[in-house]
T-cell receptor, first 116, second 111 residues
Framework: GAGVSQSPSNKVTEKGKDVELRCDPI?????LYWYRQSLGQGLEFLIY????????KSGLPSDRFSAERTGGSVSTLTIQRTQQEDSAVYLC??????????????FGPGTRLTVL | QKEVEQDPGPLSVPEGAIVSLNCTYS??????FMWYRQYSRKGPELLMY????GNKEDGRFTAQVDKSSKYISLFIRDSQPSDSATYLC???????????FGRGTSLIVHP
């Protein structure tokens, strides 16, 4: 079946512009995660959605970052007034349930964001 | 100091070699340990999952956890060029659904 998809695959923007990154999780997966991966760095957790519960936003680096998940499916990560340090690969993952640690996450291919 | 430390490499080995990839961690609350493989320009994929100390084997891959030393390893036997990728360790605290990832080790297996 279809995996996690993300769009766009690449995004080049100018400093100060807003960007929207999209994630389509695997159908039926209730949990959705956003991560950021900078060059040579591990995955940095940004935000986590589980069903209809309030999202865990503890990883968002500043109030320029926000995310929403509509209808328990598609999610959009928005970065306002982008800065050069926002340049990174933004990865989305989904898992079937989050009812325990054995919640295998399936990752999308990522969106490579470059802020000039 | 990061909670999870992983040498970024690169680690270059000849085909057929046994590869050892390692992570150390500082928080004894970590209970669940994972290894992900990430090919270039792709998202990570789960390779191995272990709980608590001990070994787990899956084909050419063996995951080992030593909680007393706060040290985990992934061994790859008979390494192949197709194993060339970045390997990330990740670990969860009990009751947490958000794993902490290492930086990843870049592995190159040359023919």
């Amino acid at each position: 079946g279809a995996g996690v998809s993300q769009s766009p695959s690449n995004k080049v923007t100018e400093k100060g512009k807003d960007v929207e990154l999209r994630c389509d999780p695997i159908s039926g997966h209730t949990a959705l995660y956003w991560y950021r991966q900078s060059l040579g760095q591990g995955l940095e957790f940004l935000i986590y959605f589980q069903g209809n519960s309030a999202p865990d936003k503890s990883g968002l680096p500043s109030d320029r970052f926000s995310a929403e998940r509509t209808g328990g499916s598609v999610s959009t990560l928005t970065i306002q007034r982008t800065q050069q340090e926002d340049s990174a690969v933004y990865l989305c993952a989904s898992s079937l349930v989050a009812g325990g640690p054995r919640n295998e996450q399936f990752f999308g291919p990522g969106t490579r964001l470059t802020v000039l | 100091q990061k909670e999870v430390e992983q040498d970024p490499g690169p680690l270059s080995v000849p085909e057929g070699a046994i590869v050892s990839l390692n992570c150390t961690y500082s928080n004894s609350a970590f209970q669940y340990f994972m290894w992900y493989r990430q090919y270039s320009r792709k998202g990570p994929e789960l390779l191995m999952y272990t709980y608590s100390s001990g070994n787990k084997e899956d084909g050419r891959f063996t995951a080992q956890v030593d909680k007393s030393s706060k040290y985990i390893s992934l061994f790859i036997r008979d390494s192949q060029p197709s194993d060339s990728a970045t390997y990330l360790c990740a670990m969860n605290k009990g009751g947490s659904y958000i794993p902490t990832f290492g930086r990843g080790t870049s592995l190159i297996v040359h023919p």
